[in-house]
C-alpha cells in the first residue's frame, strides 16, 4: 500500500452524486490502491469510466466486491435489501461494509440480516449534498467542513469503524458516532422536515391558476427561490427517506401542525406579541447555526442532505 492509502481496494456500490464525489477526493488523495465501481446501467458505469474515477469497473455487483476491503454502498436506500442478497456471498473475511444512505435504523433492518457473520458494518451518513445526481455532479469539496454520522451497531469492530471514520476526515468530513435511532429523530427535523414543507409550497404554487404561476416565477423572491432549489431534489431519495424514516417524520409533523396552528390562531387575533417572540426566538436559532459554521454558500455546495 502506497503511504496515504487507508484502504487496498474500494468497491462503490452505486456512483452518483455522493459515491462520485468521494471516489474524486480518494483518487485525488491516493486514499485506495485500487477502486472498483459497479452500477445498476451501462451508462453510468461508462459515464464513472470516463470520468476516471475507478480503476475497474463491472454491472456484476458480486464479482465487483469480492477482494474489496471496503464496500461503500451509495445507492437509494430502497435497493439495500436487495444489494446486500447479492454480494452476501462474495464478502472477503473482515470487509469492512458502510453505506451514505439519510436514513440509518432502516440499514439494520434491510441490509444487516443478509450479511455474512465474517464482515464489519459501519453505517455511515454524510450530512452534505446538492439537488443533483449522477457521477458527472460530484465534486471532491463536498464534504469539507460538513458533518458525517456514523452509527456502528453496539459491538462492532473498533478498528473497522476507526478506519471508515479515517476516511471520512480525509474526505475533509468532521465525524460523530451517533445511535442509529437517535440520527434518525434528528434528521427528520433538520433535513427531512424541510424537504416535507418544500415539496409541500412548490406543490401548492403549481397547482395555482396559469397567471398566478407566471406571477409566481417571475418574482419569486429567495423566499420561494430556495424552496423550488430544495424541491427539486431527486424523487427516488427522497421517497425512500420518507418511506424508511415515517415514524419520526410523523412525529415531527405532528408537533409542526401544532405550532402551525398557534401561529395561524396569532394572526387570526393580531396577536403581534406573540408573532414577533415567535420571530425573535427563530432568529437566534438562525445566529447559532452561523456560530456553528453550518451556513454554506448556496450553490454548488448546497445542502439536500
Ligand atoms: P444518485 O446521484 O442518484 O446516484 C445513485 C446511484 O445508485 C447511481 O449510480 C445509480 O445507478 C445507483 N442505483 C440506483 N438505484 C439502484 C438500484 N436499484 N440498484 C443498484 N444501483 C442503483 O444518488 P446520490 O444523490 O449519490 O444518493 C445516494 C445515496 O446517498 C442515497 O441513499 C441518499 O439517501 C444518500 N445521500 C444523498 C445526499 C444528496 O444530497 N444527494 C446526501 C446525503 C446522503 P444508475 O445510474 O446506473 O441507475
Redesign the pocket.
Known amino acids: 500500500m502506497t503511504d496515504t492509502a487507508i484502504f487496498d481496494r474500494i468497491t462503490f456500490?452505486?456512483?452518483?452524486?455522493?459515491?462520485?464525489s468521494m471516489a474524486r477526493v480518494i483518487k485525488r488523495d491516493g486514499l485506495a490502491n485500487h477502486i472498483t465501481v459497479t452500477?445498476?446501467?451501462q451508462?453510468?458505469?461508462d459515464n464513472?469510466i470516463e470520468l476516471g474515477l475507478c480503476d475497474t469497473g463491472t454491472l456484476d455487483?458480486a464479482e465487483a466486491v469480492q477482494g474489496a476491503d471496503l464496500v461503500m454502498i451509495?445507492?437509494?436506500?430502497?435497493?439495500f435489501a436487495?444489494?446486500g442478497a447479492e454480494i452476501a456471498g462474495s464478502l472477503k473475511p473482515g470487509a469492512i461494509i458502510s453505506?451514505?444512505?439519510?436514513?440509518k435504523e432502516p440499514v439494520f433492518e434491510t441490509l444487516a440480516p443478509a450479511l455474512p457473520d465474517h464482515v464489519h458494518l459501519v453505517p455511515g451518513?454524510?450530512?452534505?449534498?446538492?439537488?443533483?445526481?449522477?457521477?458527472e455532479?460530484?465534486f471532491p469539496e463536498l464534504f469539507e467542513g460538513r458533518w458525517t454520522i456514523l452509527t456502528p451497531a453496539k459491538g462492532v469492530d473498533a478498528n473497522a469503524t476507526a478506519r471508515v471514520e479515517e476516511l471520512w476526515k480525509r474526505c475533509g468530513a468532521m465525524v460523530e458516532i451517533m445511535d442509529a435511532k437517535h440520527h434518525d429523530q434528528v434528521l427528520a427535523i433538520t433535513s427531512h422536515l424541510p424537504h416535507l414543507i418544500a415539496y409541500t409550497i412548490v406543490g401548492t404554487a403549481t397547482d395555482l391558476g396559469e397567471d398566478m404561476q407566471k406571477e409566481v416565477i417571475q418574482f419569486s423572491a429567495s423566499g420561494f427561490r430556495d424552496f423550488t432549489r430544495i424541491a427539486a431534489?431527486?424523487p427516488?431519495?427522497w421517497r425512500?427517506?420518507f418511506l424508511t424514516n415515517r415514524d419520526a417524520v410523523l412525529d415531527v409533523l405532528g408537533r409542526f401542525d401544532e405550532d402551525l396552528t398557534e401561529l395561524k390562531r396569532a394572526i387570526r387575533r393580531g396577536d403581534g406579541d406573540a408573532l414577533f417572540d415567535h420571530f425573535t426566538r427563530t432568529r437566534a436559532i438562525r445566529r447559532s447555526v452561523i456560530d456553528a459554521g453550518q451556513q454554506i454558500p448556496p450553490a454548488p455546495a448546497n445542502d439536500?442532505?
Open positions: 456500490i452505486g456512483i452518483g452524486l455522493i459515491g462520485s452500477t445498476r446501467s451508462e453510468t458505469l464513472a455487483m451509495c445507492t437509494p436506500m430502497g435497493a436487495s444489494i453505506d451514505v444512505g439519510s436514513v451518513h454524510p450530512v452534505a449534498g446538492t439537488e443533483q445526481s449522477g457521477p455532479s460530484g431534489s431527486d427516488t431519495m425512500d427517506i439536500t442532505d
